[in-house]
């Protein structure tokens, strides 16, 4: 309910709150593309951003508990945090993340945007979004030729494929998790950080699959450690 009447509530006092990323030429093109677009949580004017990537598999966008909860928090915060609504498949995903970034590179000053060390959150599919943008950029998936994110957020999500070239990493999963290993996310960063890249990495205790926020968990407070590992990176 707090994401909504946020969204109301500026809506209502003409904010825009969701921007297209395609133009209207490109979605009579591809009316699959006519969704696709940011919801801005705005912070402070100036402050860098971050772009939020919720999970759903790759069949559907589970934005309203794990993107949108995320970039609230974000804005709280003071940072300028997007909500991406993709195209499901990780093909397209990806490509809208990019076209994403873009878009906000190019419409930095209008949005009150620092694109210095912007970064990129996911759990999930999202996850496996921010990661690939990560080790490949933007122009790999069709975007403008921008810098990689300053650093990654990456909630449960079995992804193991990094770079020498990834950006700095912070990743968090349950013990519980029956869809992604904590194993596995654990290997990837201790070989990340074997090759110099900045990593952190939390396991909490009996937590499953998509806790989100973790409000009420043994997880509450993770954004915190997150947003503080992004600010190391600013320095």
């Known amino acids: 309910m707090e994401i909504c009447n946020y969204l109301h509530d500026r809506a209502t006092a003409g904010d825009t709150v969701f921007y297209d990323i395609y133009t209207e030429e490109e979605k009579a093109a591809d009316p699959d593309k006519a ?17 939020c990537n919720a999970g759903g598999g790759f069949a559907y966008v589970g934005a309203m508990h794990d993107s949108f909860p995320h970039a609230l928090e974000l804005s709280k915060m003071g940072y300028n945090a997007f909500a991406l609504i993709y195209r499901p498949g990780w093909d397209t995903a990806c490509e809208d993340l ?3 970034i873009s878009f906000i590179f190019a419409h930095g000053s209008e949005l009150e945007v620092d694109t210095d060390c912007y970064s990129l959150w996911g759990g999930s599919a999202g996850g496996r979004m921010a990661a690939y943008l990560g080790t490949y950029g933007p ?18 999500t079995g992804h193991s494929e990094y770079s020498p070239d990834d950006p700095p990493t912070y990743s968090c999963v349950g013990t519980a998790d029956g869809i992604a290993s904590w194993r596995t996310m654990q290997a990837r960063l201790n070989a990340m950080s074997a ?26 407070g993770w954004i915190d450690d997150a947003v503080s590992f992004w600010e190391a990176q600013m320095k």
């Not at 969704?35 to 772009?51: C, N």
């Not at 122009?139 to 449960?156: E, W």
């Not at 990593?199 to 997880?219: D, I, K, M, P």
């Open 139 to 156: 122009a790999y998936f069709g975007g403008d030729d921008l810098p990689r994110p300053g650093t990654c957020v990456i909630q449960y």
């Open 195 to 220: 090759l110099g890249i900045p990593t952190e990495f939390h396991t909490y205790e009996g937590l499953r699959h998509g806790f989100g926020l973790g409000t009420g968990t043994v997880a509450e």
């Open 35 to 51: 969704d696709t677009g940011l919801f801005f949580f705005k912070g402070d004017p100036g402050a860098k951003f971050a772009v």
């Open 98 to 100: 990019a076209r994403a």
